[in-house]
């Protein structure tokens, strides 16, 4: 097969959406282009129609009722919807958050706002693998916790968390279990009932589906769960998102959830046979590590660093012709590297010298070869240059140093 | 974001990559930066000490692509000037010659300061005062 440049592996950050979902989308623009609330024409029923249909094909893949799925515009939304919207409504019981430093954003921001509102959060550091510790988890549990909010699988390094056995604690305790399943769902088979889930949140275009609409899963039995909108209106979504819907949107994630559905076992066993392969040509290269657990763990990401090289340098001698993403942040004004390579006990070193490859459903072979190739020599290429590969090389200890911090 | 042009260049093809004997007493090396910010600079001066021009200069970097690039261009901008006007180069001069953006603007001042901390080892071994501005910092 021919080689197209240029390579796109940052589908952690996005992916490409299929052909097939843009296909399925392209009547309810301007043809069916009806309100799915407009209850008394044709119009509005055919966009309900379509609205139903997609709700079957999404709660399909995760194990749910069509009635638990809560659209939203993506994950973003639906993390704040479950995490305030569980805060509020269950005020009464509590007011005790559990989650973990490795989160995204939109679960740690969302968390500092509550803690604002009067909450209290507590944040679970992660083992050196990436993984929240079991008994921590338990031990952090008040009579005050209202929601376990723990990720399924994680955005930089892939891994999974243990979400059957946190299920098993949360239930235990009579607490809520809510999980970010962004990077998770139409990857890895994800199955409420049998994961024990309360609440998920996913994203369209995670899973070759459109930007802009997401998912909450709500439960509604054993136990019925409920959430405070964070948005008044017109009381859409069994009144926990107002907003008029987004019909393509949601046909198109619909589409989506039904090709993951359909394709996740082939591609996953496609995709982890091209990722191992990708890590195991570049752990040839001296002084390099894979960040987080490598047996739970997503099977399309690998996250590596590249000891003695700066990411973003490193980058700059392919990112002509590879996309993907780098742990360091030498653009950011805190020059802070990542905050989730640091939860795992990575130095800043490690963390700064680190790359993201997130393979996806378009990967090729001959993009592997071509990325292994370029990746390699513009490490070695970098190596040449950099004055702590030489420190390293000469038996120089390189923390004994004291470094003029700025 | 996208590079300068001159930014690619120079780190495509970096000039004066590489290490001078720093137990020479006309060796100066600076040492700036830090692993856990990102940016390690290592710059070094070769001094004639007939003509007191700089004959040599080398640099080795971990750090970014206007890292890499400011001290490139440094080392290429030292060669053949003596000590003192090696002092009076400035890190906005490598802005402007490098069009850095403003998030890259540490990496010229890194520069600056390789610059300023190889001219203070020069001239500590060569039994001259220690800078100012670098003694300050310590
Ligand atoms: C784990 C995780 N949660 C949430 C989000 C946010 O998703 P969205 O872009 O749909 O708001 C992302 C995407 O960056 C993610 O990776």
């Known amino acids: 097969m021919e080689l197209n440049l240029p390579i796109y592996l940052d589908n952690n950050a996005t992916t490409p959406m299929d052909p097939r979902v843009l296909e399925a989308m392209l009547p309810y623009f301007v043809e069916k282009f009806g ?41 973003t939304e639906a993390n704040n919807l479950a995490l305030k919207g569980v805060f509020e409504m269950y005020a009464s019981k509590g007011n005790h958050i559990i989650t973990c430093t490795t989160e995204h954003k939109a679960v740690l921001d969302a968390c500092k706002h509550i803690e604002k509102m009067g909450g209290q959060v507590t944040y679970l550091e992660v083992k050196s693998d990436g993984l929240i510790d079991l008994g921590e988890l338990e031990n952090a549990i008040t009579d005050k916790t209202v929601l376990i909010s723990i990720m399924y699988g994680n955005n930089e390094i892939g891994v999974i968390q243990p979400v059957r056995e946190i299920s098993a604690i949360a239930r235990k305790h009579g607490v809520l279990f809510f999980t970010d399943g962004t990077q998770a769902v139409g990857k890895v088979p994800v199955d409420v009932i049998a994961d024990g889930i309360d609440l998920m949140s996913f994203s369209g275009h995670k899973m070759y589906g459109p930007k802009g609409v997401g998912v909450l899963y709500v439960r509604r039995k054993n136990p019925r769960v409920k959430v405070t909108a964070q948005m008044d209106g017109g009381g859409h979504e ?44 570049l752990m040839q290269v001296e002084e390099a590590y894979v960040n987080g657990n490598r047996e739970h763990r997503l099977p399309h990401t690998t996250n590596i660093s590249f000891k003695y090289v700066e990411g973003e340098g490193l980058m700059m001698g392919f990112n002509k012709n590879i996309a993907l993403s ?58 040449e240059m950099s004055p702590l590969w030489e420190m390293y090389k000469e038996g120089v200890d390189i923390d004994a140093i004291e470094w003029a911090h700025h | 974001m996208a590079y300068s042009d001159k930014v690619i260049d120079h780190y495509t093809n970096p000039k004066n990559v590489g290490t001078l004997d720093k137990s020479k007493t006309n060796v100066g090396t600076g040492l700036v930066g830090a692993p856990e910010c990102g940016d390690v600079m290592r710059l070094q001066i070769e001094v004639d000490q007939e003509s007191g021009l700089i004959s ?53 001042v890194l520069a600056e300061d390789a610059i300023k901390a190889a001219i203070n080892d020069y001239r500590v071994k060569n039994g001259l005062a220690e800078l100012e501005t670098v003694a300050a910092a310590h």
């Not at chain 1, 024409?41 to 309900?48: I, L, N």
């Not at chain 1, 046909?251 to 559905?261: D, F, S």
Request: with cysteine; hydrophobic share 40%; charged share 25%.
């Open chain 1, 238 to 281: 069994r009144g926990m998102r107002s907003g008029t819907l987004n019909v393509p949107g949601i046909v198109g994630l619909g589409k989506a959830c039904e090709l993951c559905m359909n394709e996740m076992e082939s591609e996953g066993t496609r995709l982890s046979a091209m990722r191992d392969r990708l890590e195991a040509a």
């Open chain 1, 35 to 75: 309100n799915a609330a407009s209850r008394n024409h044709s119009f509005g029923w055919v966009a309900e129609e379509a609205v139903d249909y997609a709700r079957e094909q999404v709660a399909k893949l995760i194990g749910a009722d069509a009635k638990e799925i809560i659209f939203t515009s993506g994950a």
């Open chain 1, 326 to 383: 780098s742990g360091s942040a030498c653009t950011s004004a805190s020059l802070e590297p990542s905050y989730v390579l640091k939860a795992l006990g990575l130095g800043d070193d490690l963390a700064h010298s680190s790359l993201r490859f997130g393979l996806g459903r378009f990967t090729t072979d001959e993009q592997i070869d071509f990325t292994i190739n370029a990746i390699t020599t513009s490490v070695l290429k970098l190596r």
């Open chain 2, 56 to 108: 040599d200069a080398k640099f080795k970097t971990f750090g970014c692509g206007s890292a890499i690039a400011s001290s490139s261009l440094a080392t290429e901008w030292l060669k053949g000037k003596t000590v003192d006007q090696a002092l009076a180069i400035d890190n906005m001069d490598i802005v402007e010659e490098l069009n850095l953006p403003p998030v890259k603007i540490h990496c010229s």
